[in-house]
């Protein structure tokens, strides 16, 4: 009759990161790199990855942009996890870790990148409205905002695999779904940010691009 939430994500245990962790590294390491390649990112100077896990879209952006300063932003819990998956990447050394709790403290600022994947899907509207206008206050002028993440139809019933996992969010969390185009551009209408255009990409989910004017 009710959700089966733990308590909330900055009080888990190690344990639970290092699940966490290496399940998220598990998706994301195989299509980092052709993900991070759609990006359209034009010589970005310093990139953001906020809530960043495993480290496996930092270090393919650190690969991709040589000349980039690259930031994972993620708990505390994670960053020391992250220190260790980043050390299978070449690129990895370059990846600098900052702690911190993206709804709280302040983000790394001046980005000309802030990459958001498969974050607000864990969020209420209001949770990603809030955490939309952080990233928008930390972005250089004409910086690029990403979101990666299942976007819905206006029904919410495609990408089909976006409609299950709404399902796991409604039962695992207290706040979180998965949302559509029109709801993450209403985040970005909110933060002044100006929407560019969404990238579909080969793995059911997509990007939604924003910039900083």
């Known amino acids: 009759g009710g959700k089966v939430a733990g308590p909330p994500m900055p009080l888990r245990d190690s344990a639970y990161f290092e699940k966490f962790i290496k399940a998220m590294h598990a998706n994301a390491a195989p299509k980092a790199s052709c993900i991070a390649a759609l990006v359209p990112a034009d010589s970005p100077r310093r990139i953001v990855d906020v809530g960043g896990g495993s480290g496996a879209y930092a270090a393919a952006f650190a690969e991709r942009f040589p000349q980039a300063e690259v930031i994972l932003f993620d708990l505390p819990q994670v960053v020391e996890i992250a220190l260790r998956y980043l050390r299978l990447y070449p690129e990895g050394n370059r990846v600098q870790c900052?702690?911190?709790?993206?709804?709280?403290?302040?983000?790394?600022?001046?980005?000309?990148?802030i990459w958001l994947s498969a974050i607000v899907h864990m969020f209420s509207p209001d949770e990603n409205r809030e955490l939309v206008t952080?990233?928008?206050?930390?972005?250089?002028?004409?910086?690029?905002l990403a979101i990666q993440d299942f976007v819905m139809d206006e029904q919410r019933l495609h990408p089909p695999a976006g409609a299950i996992f709404a399902l796991n969010m409604l039962v695992a969390r207290e706040w979180g779904d998965t949302y559509t185009e029109n709801e993450i551009r209403s985040w970005f209408d909110a933060a002044g940010l100006e929407y560019v255009h969404r990238i579909d990409t080969p793995y059911n989910n997509a990007i939604m691009i924003a910039r900083k004017s």
Request: glycine share 8%; net charge negative.
């Open 98 to 113: 900052i702690a911190g709790d993206m709804l709280k403290d302040q983000l790394p600022a001046r980005a000309d990148l």
């Open 134 to 144: 952080r990233c928008a206050d930390a972005l250089s002028p004409s910086g690029i």
